[in-house]
């Protein structure tokens, strides 16, 4: 009997001892753990922050570069069925590029021209066609990466005041088109656009994109108007349909859009869930193709130094257009390369406001002329 009072003496000391360290232990990990927390919770809270100031700065250089662009005239014809509508598919603009080469100059300014004359021929096929409806397809890369130096260098400046100018240039040409037509617009992002190093495919971190803010911001600046819709913008991909085509917008470093077994394989993919795509859109090569189920646009900045010192070809700018009619579709390669002649939208009072980087201020090499031996 002693024998057991002892042992339970001996317990409950171990007992007690046990739970003094486990309690210090829990307390210590808990200190810890709420270390942690705060510290994360600072530093989103100081990220929400400094997006929330971005955001603010940007709605206000928004509605100062907007406030002269109030009052323009809006199409209000009447649409028939069985009437042409037009795909206009926008991708690889690279917007904020800073180009000198032997056969190729862009910068902010030339981006201007050149989308006012795509515009301009936008509408010639429009009346051509007896167009009434306009899709544009925008298919990503409205800016440039700046993560690599020789990019960093020679673009006009950094990505969010590019935002800020890009949303000003595309918001002018959709109300230029918006005079002779209605207007839909549908998205995907792009790889150069995205805000992180990686490469992501799920639609939250594939939407962490430039591409998707300046969607998000022309949809801000120019709701209101019944003749233009902007649909939900997608991260990967975008299925929409005019008439008898069936179009599957994508940016187009997710497959060869020029192998026709890889166009074979998407719409197989998309034909297992009861979707019949008639024709896949894309980019990102920058150079125009198209064939019979499938077309790839150029871009609007044209060949750089990477792709004639690196890739080793010659590229112009270019983009595409879709013609569908009720049992057949005509696609045309527009080229706006040479500019030189036409105003150009709104740009030069945002450029030197913003500060950014002109031709005339170009760290890149210029016109190279051939050595005489």
């Known amino acids: 009997m002693i024998l057991e009072d002892q042992l339970d003496d001996a317990d409950d000391e171990e007992t007690e001892s046990c739970s003094e360290d486990d309690l ?30 971005l955001l603010a700065h940007i709605e206000d250089d928004l509605k100062a570069s907007g406030k002269h662009l109030k009052g323009f005239k809006k199409f209000s014809g009447k649409k028939r069925a069985n009437e042409a509508a037009m795909v206009v598919h926008l991708s690889d603009l690279h917007l904020q590029s800073v180009i000198d080469t032997p056969t190729n100059r862009f910068d902010f300014l030339i981006a201007s021209k050149r989308l006012q004359l795509l515009a301009s021929r936008i509408k010639d096929y429009g009346k051509l066609y007896g167009v009434k409806k306009l899709v544009v397809a925008m298919g990503g890369d409205f800016l440039k990466n700046d993560k690599r130096t020789d990019e ?143 077309s790839r646009s150029a871009s609007l900045c044209g060949g750089d130094a990477y792709a ?27 080229d706006p390369h040479d500019a030189s002649q036409i105003p150009g939208y709104d740009c030069l009072t945002e450029v030197e406001r913003l500060g950014a980087k002109s031709l005339d201020r170009s760290n890149e090499p210029g016109v190279i002329n051939p050595i005489r031996i």
């Open 24 to 53: 210090r232990r829990f307390v210590q990990k808990e200190r810890d753990l709420n270390r942690i927390i705060n510290n994360q919770t600072r530093k989103q809270d100081r990220r929400l922050n400094s997006i929330e100031e």
């Open 152 to 294: 960093y260098l020679t673009n006009a400046c950094n990505r969010s005041k590019a935002v800020v100018l890009s949303t000003h240039l595309l918001r002018q040409m959709l109300m230029d088109l918006r005079q002779s037509f209605y207007v839909e617009v549908v998205s995907v992002a792009g790889n150069e656009s995205r805000a992180k190093d990686e490469i992501a495919w799920a639609s939250e971190a594939v939407t962490d994109n430039y591409d998707s803010l300046i969607y998000w911001m022309l949809e801000m600046c120019l709701q209101g108007d019944k003749g233009l819709t902007f649909h939900p913008h997608q991260g990967n991909e975008q299925v929409f349909s005019v008439h008898d085509q069936t179009f599957l917008l994508l940016h187009g470093h997710q497959l060869n859009i020029a192998q026709q077994k890889s166009i074979q394989s998407v719409i197989g993919k998309y034909s297992t869930q009861g979707i019949n795509v008639t024709h896949v859109i894309g980019g990102h090569i920058h150079s125009a193709n198209i064939s019979d189920y499938s």
């Open 308 to 334: 004639y010192s690196a890739l080793g070809y010659a590229s112009k700018a270019s983009q595409k257009l879709h013609i569908p009619l009720p049992g057949h579709m005509d696609s045309v390669r527009v």
